[in-house]
T-cell receptor, first 118, second 113 residues
Framework: NAGVTQTPKFRVLKTGQSMTLLCAQD?????MYWYRQDPGMGLRLIHY???????AKGEVPDGYNVSRLKKQNFLLGLESAAPSQTSVYFC?????????????????FGPGTRLTVL | AQSVTQLDSHVSVSEGTPVLLRCNYS??????LFWYVQHPNKGLQLLLK??????LVKGINGFEAEFKKSETSFHLTKPSAHMSDAAEYFC???????????FGQGTTLQVKP
């Protein structure tokens, strides 16, 4: 049981390049999330998904796109990377716990992807 | 809207002394509250969670937190710090309406020998 895994662990991009970050979970969770972590700002939600084939915007969605074609995978795409997207990206997943999106929502986190955009 | 404020960005203690990391929350509903820990260059690990059961919550590695509704606080404590406790700690509230997690800015715990 690997939990939540992220690929790649590190990446350096030039401004304008594109890339896709892959998140996979083997816990059969319905919900999946992408966050970015910047110094002094905690984690901020980029996009999330409440099930296969669904996605929704979070707090800071601009410049990112996501897809959830399979329940176990959640992809985060950067179409044209900018230096402001230099960050550590975390994926998380959780199970459905009742209510609109779950009144109880313990999330399980991946190890992170450190992205630098030059 | 729900929010969480961690009152200290940095806390330094000596090994073997008590730890107190402070967190205040704002919520229109009975909140679900969490403390997560992040060791350097690692992902986040759940320390403990409060979901309207007992107000004193025990977590892993000897940590515990007390939910105080009158003070809107959820402070994290440990009786005796260990060197391995040095990490970043996040207080988190779950938005009951959307299920999203709202993170505090984090508190860096330094443990001196």
């Amino acid at each position: 049981n690997a939990g939540v895994t992220q690929t790649p662990k590190f990446r350096v991009l030039k401004t304008g390049q594109s890339m896709t970050l892959l998140c996979a979970q083997d816990m059969n969770h319905e919900y999946m999330y992408w966050y970015r972590q910047d110094p002094g700002m905690g984690l901020r939600l980029i996009h999330y998904s409440v099930g296969e084939g669904t996605t929704a915007k979070g707090e800071v969605p601009d410049g990112y796109n996501v897809s959830r074609l399979k329940k176990q995978n959640f992809l985060l795409g950067l179409e044209s990377a900018a230096p402001s997207q230099t960050s550590v990206y975390f994926c998380a997943s959780s199970y459905f716990a009742g209510g609109a999106l779950g009144s109880y929502n313990e999330q399980f986190f991946g190890p992170g992807t450190r992205l630098t955009v030059l | 809207a729900q929010s969480v404020t961690q009152l200290d960005s940095h806390v330094s203690v000596s090994e073997g002394t008590p730890v107190l990391l402070r967190c205040n929350y704002s919520s229109s509903y009975s909140p679900s509250l969490f403390w997560y820990v992040q060791h350097p260059n690692k992902g986040l690990q759940l320390l403990l969670k409060y979901t309207s059961a007992a107000t004193l919550v025990k977590g892993i590695n000897g940590f515990e937190a007390e939910f105080k509704k009158s003070e809107t606080s959820f402070h994290l404590t440990k009786p005796s710090a260990h060197m391995s406790d040095a990490a970043e700690y996040f207080c988190v509230v779950s938005d009951h309406r959307t299920g999203k997690l709202i993170f505090g800015q984090g508190t860096t715990l330094q443990v001196k020998p």
